[in-house]
């Protein structure tokens, strides 16, 4: 234990001295607010972990469906981006996404259902998926996506809830996905034409995909939503055991005027989990004077 603390107490410095860097020429009192991914750290029982979060400083646990909102907004947190399962498709619907037109009646109804209790519990973001290319070109499956995407704009508009199309990796963890680069992303954000459609950039899945993190994000930001993060390569910790510089990435968030939550996804590997969010947390906060 004493060699942990020592190793932690190392981190918290260099965190701290990397925090007052970027600081630097960065809008006074600027951050972004801290939510994480139930899936990883779900071994630890809901209550339990909400409790742990707010001690954390963290506003939101995130991809949860509704039937576990209430939890949440009894712990006094929000959960930032919802979500839920079907059994009526053959398979999960990142796989049976909204590129195939002959998905969309379920997918439609199951949006519909979702962003209605979405509304009723202030959850203001889903997330949807455009589904593998099984050889259909980007055009086409712009064009489907467009189409079925729409029919739910309108309830997204009156309700005040955005859909967030995740960009993915198709090389390590999601082979064939079709949404796996931000221009890919940005098209069908322009075809459908409707400000309650925007784009989850997770961080982890472009920086394999494309790199050029904080120029894509600073360029293309106002069709970005919601943000991800996690340590490349292997999903893990996002300390300084991989190759994002996670202090960089937000303090380009933060310049583009974004505000909103920040999502942590990744898995914890070599520390216990909590302790592990805990680091992560730290590394995304960035202190301004």
Known sequence: MNRRQALLGSLSA????????????????????????RAPFSKIPLDA???????????????LEPADYATVLKHGLQCAVGRFTTKKLPESHINC????????????EGYTELINKSAEAGVKKVICFSG???????????ENCAAGLSNLMPLCDKLGVTMVME?????????????DNTPFGIALCEKTGHPRFRLLYDIYHMQIMEGNLCATIKAHHQWFAHYH?????????I???QEIHYPAVV??????????FLGQEFGPKRLEPLVALKQAIDICTLSFP
């Not at 909400?50 to 991809?63: P, Q, R, V, W, Y």
Request: proline content about 5%.
């Open 14 to 37: 260099a965190i701290a001295a990397q925090s007052r860097v970027f600081a630097q020429a960065s809008p006074a009192g600027a951050k972004l607010r801290h939510s994480v991914r």
């Open 49 to 63: 972990f909400c409790e742990a979060c707010k001690g954390m400083g963290i506003e939101s646990i995130e991809l």
């Open 97 to 108: 996404g909204w590129n195939r037109p002959e998905y969309h009646p379920v997918l439609i």
């Open 132 to 142: 593998p290319r099984k050889v259909m070109d980007d055009k086409t499956g712009i």
């Open 167 to 179: 960009l993915l990796n198709s090389k390590v963890n999601h082979a064939d996905y079709m949404a």
């Open 229 to 237: 993060t996690a340590g490349v390569p292997g999903r893990g910790e």
């Open 239 to 241: 300390d300084d055991t």
């Open 251 to 260: 303090k380009a968030i933060l310049d583009t005027g974004y505000r909103d």
